[in-house]
């Protein structure tokens, strides 16, 4: 079974922070993603990356960056955290055909103070 | 670009009988991907059945169904005797076979289920 692993459940940081969310998955999976949930608007891609040292921007990448050093890491960044910058966060993976399902982590809830 | 919508916020079942959940989408292209995710309490986002619009057959799994209409461009999740486990929020996506793999959601509908 494919696990997709999130550093945190729930963090609280205070807003000019940097933050940082980690995702990890085990199944050697070429592409992973980054998604911001909030209510009313469903999931929203912020990145996503296609192998080590490559990365592209979603629909919401302002305000975020992120690394990609290993194939089983995806970092997400927040640069200097800001309150609307507050949601939860999805950290999801994929094999590369288009058809393959992605399988998502459980989430973080960040909370910016 | 694609959007997906999912115009049911919220939906109430019975135990035991049929709801359909409603998701429409817009593309431009004619090689897709359909999917319904479910995300229960627990906040782990679980597939529960994916379309290939090449397909004409309507996608099955189990007690869950699809209808999936390419012309309206409608993508309508069934499920049958629903289950108190089916209580959750439920994703439609829509994925291009060109782009990576990467989803577009829609709003999501929190479906709850009356014992």
């Known amino acids: 079974d494919v696990k997709v692993t999130q550093s945190s459940r729930y963090l609280v940081k205070r807003t000019g922070e940097k933050v940082f969310l980690e995702c990890v998955q085990d199944?050697?999976?070429?592409?992973m993603f980054w998604y911001r949930q909030d209510p009313g608007l469903g999931l929203r891609l912020i990145y996503f990356s296609y192998d080590v040292k490559m990365k592209e921007k979603g629909d919401i990448p302002e305000g975020y960056s992120v690394s990609r050093e290993k194939k089983e890491r995806f970092s997400l960044i927040l640069e200097s955290a800001s309150t609307n910058q507050t949601s939860m966060y999805l950290c999801?993976?994929?094999?590369?055909?288009?058809?393959?399902?992605?399988?998502f982590g459980d989430g973080t809830r960040l909370s910016i103070l | 670009a694609q959007t997906v919508t999912q115009s049911q916020p919220e939906m109430s079942v019975q135990e035991a009988e049929t709801v359909t959940l409603s998701c429409t989408y817009d593309t431009s292209e004619s090689d897709y991907y359909l999917f319904w995710y479910k995300q229960p309490p627990s906040r782990q986002m679980i597939l529960v059945i994916r379309?290939?619009?090449?397909?004409?057959q309507n996608a099955t799994e189990n007690r869950f169904s699809v209808n999936f209409q390419k012309a309206a461009k409608s993508f309508s999740l069934k499920i049958s005797d629903s289950q108190l486990g089916d209580a959750a929020m439920y994703f439609c996506a829509y994925r291009s076979n060109n782009q990576g793999g990467k989803l577009i959601f829609g709003q999501g509908t929190e479906l709850s289920v009356k014992p």
């Open positions: 999801a993976s994929s094999s590369s055909p288009s058809n393959q399902p992605q399988h």
């Open positions: 199944m050697d999976h070429e592409n």
């Open positions: 379309q290939e619009a090449y397909k004409q």
